[in-house]
């Protein structure tokens, strides 16, 4: 049988924006949650990578509303990983009412291994010795593709400095936290509702590295970026809205 793990939520208040739409933050976070709990059971957790001087790291991150959550639901998180390719690993996940089994969001995440000294991607080979018992079972075609740029122009910038709260056990920004930047830069009012998103992590954030953030919308689609102070685009959010 394929490597895979469920694990139930009860969705909470905070959950929720102010329009009762579920945050995207909250779904990023139950999907890393999992997804680490998982690793654990795998062999290949935090600590057992620390030990090899390298750790996981998020570099893209999708994921898809097929039906709304509601406060104060339970649902199940089910994921499963994919054969590793030589610096990555992807990760599928899909969210379902506990009760009806009724599908609310599916999402994908792709993980890579960081030298924990030099910052830069390890080889995968050379790192991981869990199972192999991979499933080919994915919830979107393909690999997730490179999120393109775009034209700064004259809009207006939100600078967003990360804080303590935002950084994780690794030192960096935590890739569920860049949703918080996100949605706070676009401020979606009440008909502006999140239907999919795709953040690309390209840069390591640091605390307190201020990022200014660009955003464009038009046509039912929201194009967000993040910028360093010296220019480089630490990531990349592209939004489909309903």
């Avoid at 654990?40 to 998020?58: L, T």
């Avoid at 499933?135 to 400095?161: C, Q, W, Y």
């Amino acid at each position: 049988m394929a490597l895979e793990m469920e694990l139930d939520y009860r969705l909470r208040w905070l959950d929720f924006d102010r329009f009762g739409r579920i945050q995207p933050v909250a779904v990023l976070d139950m999907c890393q949650d999992v997804a680490t709990l998982h690793a654990e059971r795998m062999g290949i957790g935090r600590s057992r990578m620390i030990e090899s001087g390298v750790f996981w790291a998020v570099i893209r991150a999708k994921y898809e509303i097929v039906r709304a959550p509601e406060y104060f639901q339970t649902v199940r998180v089910k994921t499963w990983p994919h054969s590793p390719s030589r610096f990555s690993f992807q990760r599928d996940f899909l969210i379902t009412d506990a009760e009806s089994g009724e599908a609310l969001v599916k999402a994908t995440n792709e993980w890579v291994l960081v030298d924990f000294e030099t910052r830069k991607f390890a080889k995968m080979k050379e790192h991981y010795d869990g199972p192999d018992d991979f499933s080919d079972e994915r919830l979107f075609e393909g690999r997730m593709r490179k999120i393109a740029s775009f034209d700064e122009g004259n809009r207006p910038i939100h600078v967003v400095t990360p804080a303590f709260s935002d950084i994780d056990l690794n030192g960096h920004v935590n890739n569920a936290r860049y949703p918080v930047f996100v949605v706070d830069a676009l401020n979606p009012g009440e008909n502006c509702t999140i239907r999919a998103m795709q953040i690309d992590y390209r840069q390591e954030v640091l605390p307190g590295a201020p990022l200014a953030m660009h955003t464009l919308v038009e046509d039912g689609r929201a194009l967000l970026k993040g910028v360093r102070e010296d220019g480089e685009i630490a990531f990349a959010c592209d939004i489909e809205l309903a």
